[in-house]
């Protein structure tokens, strides 16, 4: 089992950056795919960025291509979303997520192990 707990959110204006890190522990950090997703009031939990053990492998959604990006560090059991070029419509609650799976899922029931997620506010 694994432990995970985010931070770096927080408020920010249209256009600004945030980097958020998720901070694991427990089993052993690469046997795990990880990914990002986020949640706005009143809609469902949506994928963001997902990527793989080695980190050689990434996937974004198309609506945060170009602006977000992910990466971990093996070596201190973390892995980042570095959010560029933010929108209002990134506000949310962002949550790192875990999985064991041989591929790097983008659904959130594909995922076994989840955050308490960190809130991010972009203001316009």
């Known amino acids: 089992q694994v432990q995970l707990v985010e931070s770096g959110g927080g408020l920010v204006q249209a256009g600004g950056s945030l980097r958020l890190t998720c901070a694991t522990s427990g089993r052993t950090f690469t046997i795990y795919q990880m990914g990002w997703f986020r949640q706005a009031p009143g809609k469902e939990r949506e994928f963001v960025a997902a990527i793989s053990r080695s980190g050689l492998g990434t996937h974004y959604a198309d609506s945060v291509k170009g602006r977000f990006t992910i990466s971990r560090d093996n070596a201190k059991n973390t892995v980042y979303l570095q959010m560029d070029s933010l929108k209002p419509e990134d506000t949310a609650v962002y949550y790192c997520?875990?999985?064991?799976?041989?591929?790097?899922?983008?659904?959130?029931?594909?995922?076994?192990?989840w955050g308490q997620g960190t809130q991010v506010t972009v203001s316009s």
């Open positions: 997520a875990a999985d064991q799976g041989v591929v790097v899922p983008q659904t959130p029931d594909e995922y076994d192990y």
